[in-house]
């Protein structure tokens, strides 16, 4: 639904007498500020042990290189306090932990420690129902000449379940998320979609579904606006910046950005047709 | 006089009678000129923070793509803003646009923009003309905070049939007047529509937007002492895009009207207005249908009072009944998934009672004073939530965030029953001071209450937002307003005023509120404050081949929204900050010029601060895209923003006052093409990743030509 506004501003800009134009602008720059990428999924057919997490800092908004966080402490526990460690690869503020134990419903509860603060958070892992059908439509997106894929899932019924779809494909740069509630979907058959100008037959497609908690549902709802461009007009909203489940316990105010999720995942590659 | 002279000599030498018939002359007047003095500053009364327009000194500006524009023309006077080009809505003494009271024949209006703000809802050849009461509001206007654009339409002519037309690239429109019952009544007609999707059809593009318009009038004189009126408004628009996405919404009024002489002083006016606003789209890709409006019945009954000539009064009464639909939703079709659901619907009703007397009390000295009563009645049939504490937006101490509450429990009110209720007593007062025959000084107070709102957390608002009345977690918004103003009048008037307002109860929003289909909107709302102040000063040309305005305005608007205990941030950290629409200087110009019977020509240019925008003060990596990071709200600026219209009027033959008479109007928008920036937007390149700032221009330089005739 929130596309909406960007249909409206879209829409402006294709019929009236609109441009748009890439211009240079100065921008101030804050103080570097922590960013922990803590992305826990267990794809569906494996053991999940082998789990990620990135720690990185903000810097300018027009640098080119993303500064990252190296010589941290990270681990993560399980209810009956079993550690995870994560060891970084050197040099690449990349932490690995190769002895992961995903299950579902478990609470787990992730530790940072740098630069003498301690930042932690605490999920729950979430599962997501398995992709049943995909569908292939030639005539998608506003002019009708666009290749759209589909893919199709059940919603369960019986409670409010929060989903998170992920596309990636060498014709963008960066993955594509999408956020879904089943607020009007309760129990039915749902969807996510994906369409691109420039998909030709033999592109591959790789779609992830995510279960999720309600908070990312929120965290990545902002995340995604905000990220699509933000910035002033009639139809944006104030951007602020989006507050994940990240705690510094050392000092509340200097907050860490990013999240710790802990979801099921499942996961295909489509070949369009 | 308007006899011929009759002469005949008589010797009077007897009783004569004799009758003379005299025979009637034409007269060979003198061309009698009237000097107008029109739009001269009112020195003698209290009424301030009044701009009035005629439609004649709207239809001599320049308007975008050849559209005569009443919300354009008003964004000229001192104290009115928007949100930039292209923005619906307008903004007064830095109040929201949500704040203003837009009145159509008395009839409330939701929405006043057309293609989301591109054109206005106002037909102009239907308008007679139009006040906007930027402070000082007398009494008997009520429900909105910041100001009251008074719209009144054309009556028709109850002599002769005409009708009148003009035909733009844009739109065209078509009025038709005449008597009913010569001399009794009249009737007016007039409709509006836009064809620039006709042209998309041709070239085979399958987007289309439209909107098209009727206003109608007709009045009857029943006798001496007995008028009726029926006042009309019917407009749509409707977006069609790529069969996917269909969107059509707008107003429709109906004010019919008993103008009633109890005696010479005592007037009276009883109306029954009926407004409605309805929003609907469909969303294919989503299989979703959605509808959304507002309905509102309201009757008023005013009264003029002219006890002496020094003492007028004015009182009344109104009630207004709302029936909110924030919402059905439904499938398109039986492929969808979506299943039907219907948002609680909301209802209240707003009584309200004034008095406002005017008072001369010396030569020197006058007073306005009174005051409006009004109440506000939240009624069932609903569930309400409850919440823990009574809040229904938490706050997290640990992430230093608001979230939304959870409902403990749902408290069922029955149909007609109270949910909420609320009274405000709104004290009014305005005092002039004449220095000399040509200066005054003036100053006002009012209060006024506002108890529905637009929920929109957009700079301007979006024809999708809804509105919501007061109840337990939405307060009421509260304004005190004064100002104070210094008038002089001759051959050049010069209206200066300053002013300061506060309003309690401003709504703000959580960081990332979803409003859209948000089934308990008090999740996502705070009650904030908000203040305003500035300087005015309208310099004015009334007379010779050079007319024109120019107005200055020097202001700031901003709004808080505190923690509500000593633990919680509050929204930008409790921080002041300046509102979307807060313009610190606006520099308007409007000139026309006469230079024959034949042309005329109009110019109007603006100069205004950039709006207020948040831009990034960094950037970093999440899941494989790059976010931009974000400080406290709308602490940086875009661009000034500046433009320069011309028009030219060419009438052929400009001594023909009857049958066919005709005009062409050529008129260019944005004359040196400057490239305002609509907004600015940050974002990574879709081939190359890379961030960049966008900016968005709506209009650049537009030729258009217009054709108006009459007969």
């Not at chain 1, 605490?122 to 049943?132: C, G, Q, R, S, Y």
């Not at chain 2, 009727?214 to 019917?234: C, D, Q, V």
């Amino acid at each position: 639904m929130k596309n909406i506004k960007y249909i409206a501003l879209l829409f402006l800009s294709v019929l009236c007498f609109s441009c748009e134009e890439v211009v240079d602008v100065d921008l101030k720059t804050a103080p570097p500020r922590l960013v922990i990428d803590a992305s826990i999924d267990w794809v569906k057919g494996t053991d999940g042990t082998t789990q990620k997490i990135k720690l990185t800092t903000t810097t300018g908004y027009f640098q080119n290189v993303i500064p990252v966080v190296s010589n941290a402490t990270v681990f993560v526990t399980n209810s009956s306090n079993t550690v995870f460690t994560f060891t970084e690869t050197p040099g690449t503020g990349e932490y690995i932990c190769s002895d992961f134990q995903a299950v579902i419903g478990e609470t787990y509860v992730l530790t940072v420690v740098h630069n003498g603060q301690t930042y932690t958070a605490t999920e729950k892992m979430t599962a997501v129902p398995d992709i049943t059908r995909t569908e292939q439509n030639n005539e998608g997106g506003f002019s009708n000449d666009e290749i759209e894929v589909k893919f199709f899932y059940n919603d369960n019924g019986q409670e409010d379940n929060f989903y998170l779809s992920k596309f990636e494909t060498s014709r963008l740069p960066y993955p594509d998320y999408d956020v879904l509630d089943d607020k009007f979907f309760q129990g039915n058959e749902m969807f996510g979609l994906f369409t691109h100008e420039d998909f030709k037959p033999g592109d591959q497609l790789k779609i992830s579904l995510l279960g999720i908690s309600e908070r990312y549902y929120n965290y990545m709802y902002i995340l995604i606006g905000i990220a699509e461009g933000a910035g002033g007009g009639p139809f944006q909203t104030t951007p602020a910046n989006v507050r994940g489940n990240i705690v510094n316990q050392t000092d509340k105010n200097n907050y860490a950005l990013g999240y710790f999720r802990v979801s099921e995942r499942t996961e295909l590659i489509y070949t369009i047709q | 006089m308007g006899f011929q002279t009759s002469e005949e000599k008589i010797s009077l030498q007897q009783n004569l009678r004799k009758n003379i018939s005299l025979e009637s002359s034409t007269q060979n007047l003198e061309e009698i000129v009237i000097t107008e003095r029109k739009n001269i500053a009112n020195i003698k009364k209290p009424e301030m923070s009044v701009n009035k327009l005629t439609i004649q000194e709207i239809k001599k500006m320049p308007a975008v793509m050849g559209e005569t524009d009443i919300l354009k023309s008003i964004l000229q006077l001192p104290g009115v803003t928007n949100a930039g080009e292209g923005a619906s809505g307008f903004n007064v003494r830095g109040g929201a646009a949500d704040q203003n009271l837009i009145l159509l024949d008395e009839a409330l209006l939701y929405n006043s923009s057309h293609l989301f703000g591109f054109f206005s809802v106002f037909n102009s050849d239907a308008i007679k003309d139009l006040k906007l009461y930027k402070g000082g509001i007398p009494s008997r206007f009520g429900g909105r905070v910041s100001s009251v654009l008074d719209i009144y339409q054309k009556e028709g002519n109850s002599n002769e049939f005409h009708m009148n037309g003009g035909i733009g690239v844009i739109s065209s429109r078509l009025l038709a007047e005449g008597p009913l019952e010569k001399g009794k009544g009249s009737f007016l007609v007039a409709g509006r529509s836009s064809y620039a999707h006709l042209f998309l059809k041709l070239t085979d593009n399958k987007n289309s937007a439209y909107f098209y318009d009727l206003n109608t009038k007709l009045s009857y004189k029943l006798n001496e002492n007995n008028s009726l009126f029926l006042s009309g408004y019917f407009g749509r628009d409707v977006f069609d895009i790529g069969d996917q996405f269909n969107n059509v919404y707008g107003n429709a009024v109906l004010n019919l009207r008993w103008n009633h002489l109890y005696s010479e002083k005592l007037f009276s006016n009883l109306s029954m207005i009926y407004s409605d606003y309805y929003y609907g789209l469909k969303l294919d890709v989503a299989g979703l249908n959605w509808d959304s409006g507002i309905k509102n019945y309201n009757i008023k009954y005013d009264f003029k009072h002219y006890i002496s000539d020094r003492y007028k009064m004015t009182y009344g009464l109104n009630a207004v009944y709302y029936d909110f639909n924030p919402g059905t939703v439904s499938p398109t079709g039986a492929s969808s998934g979506i299943n039907r659901e219907q948002l609680d619907k909301k209802y209240a009703l707003e009584p309200a009672l004034y008095v406002d007397a005017e008072h001369e009390i010396t030569d020197k000295l006058s007073i306005n004073y009174g005051f409006r009563y009004s109440m506000f009645y939240r009624m069932g049939q609903q569930d309400m939530n409850i919440y823990a504490n009574n809040e229904a937006v938490t706050f997290n101490p640990e992430l230093q965030i608001y979230e939304k509450g959870k409902p403990i429990g749902t408290e069922h009110f029955g149909s007609g029953k109270t949910i909420a209720s609320f009274d405000n007593l709104e004290p009014r007062l305005a005092v002039s001071y004449q220095l000399d025959d040509n200066q005054s000084i003036k100053a006002s107070y009012n209060r006024m209450s506002q108890y529905i709102h637009l929920v929109s957390n957009t700079a301007s608002p979006t024809p999708l937002d809804v509105w919501a009345p007061s109840d337990n977690f939405i307060k009421p918004q509260l304004l005190d307003q004064v100002a104070l103003g210094y008038f002089h009048n001759d051959d050049y008037t010069l209206e200066t005023e300053i002013y300061y307002k506060k309003v309690k109860n401003r709504i703000d929003y959580i960081d990332g509120a979803d409003l859209i289909a948000n089934k308990a909107i008090e999740q996502v709302i705070l009650n904030g404050r908000s203040r305003s102040y500035g300087l005015e000063v309208l310099l004015r040309k009334n007379s010779g081949k050079l007319n024109g305005w120019i107005s200055y305005t020097l202001s700031r608007s901003e709004q808080q929204t505190p923690g509500r205990t000593a633990l919680e941030t509050g929204i930008n950290n409790g921080k002041w900050y300046s509102t979307g629409y807060d313009k610190t200087h606006n520099l308007a110009v409007t000139a026309s010029y006469k230079l024959t019977e034949k042309w005329s020509f109009g110019s109007t240019f603006a100069l205004q601060s950039g709006q207020p925008v948040t831009f990034p003060n960094g950037q970093y990596e999440y899941g494989g895209v790059i976010v931009p990071s974000y400080g406290a709200r709308n602490e940086d600026r875009l661009p000034a923003y500046h433009h320069l219209d011309v028009s030219a009027t060419y009438i052929p033959k400009p001594d023909k006052k009857k049958g066919w008479q005709g005009e062409w109007v050529f008129s260019i928008y944005n004359l040196y093409n400057r490239m305002n920036s609509a907004s600015m937007t940050f974002r990574q390149n879709e081939d190359t990743g890379r961030n960049e700032a966008v900016r968005l221009s709506i209009f650049g330089f537009i030729p258009s030509v217009t054709y108006n005739f009459k007969f």
